[in-house]
């Protein structure tokens, strides 16, 4: 593997395993703020709810975005992704509503963003010559 890709998994370890440092430490306090409220006879708990169910979700969604085990995308779904892009485009000059101006910043992005997914591919590839 490539240096860049073992410091990628470290990251991603790193990343994960402060999520759930940080879960487990905001469980804790809304425990025992939960359990204080409720020895003291406090029926109005719903703003602890609320900051569980919030914080929960914030960090799902990290667990997510950098969970060891991602679904893989065939390639052609990218390709086509990109080509339904500079069709809106297109279509979007041709109906009036994006100048050219707008169009060649989105063309840009587009073009930027199909790059990255290139690199991305030509990692993914590196990485499976490697393990095989």
Partial sequence: MSEQIKQREVMRDDLLALNNEVTDTIDNYLDTVLENRLKQKHSDNDFVYL????????????????????????????????????DFVQQGINAGYINQSIA??????????????????????EMALIEA
């Fill in 51 to 86: 900051v569980r169910r919030t914080m929960n979700h914030f960090c799902a969604h990290i667990k997510h975005d950098y969970q060891k085990s991602a679904a893989t995308v065939p390639d052609i779904l990218y390709v086509q992704a990109f080509q339904h892009e500079y």
């Fill in 104 to 125: 060649g910043v989105l063309y840009t992005e587009i073009n930027q963003a199909q790059l990255l997914q290139l690199q991305q591919f030509q990692e993914t590839e």
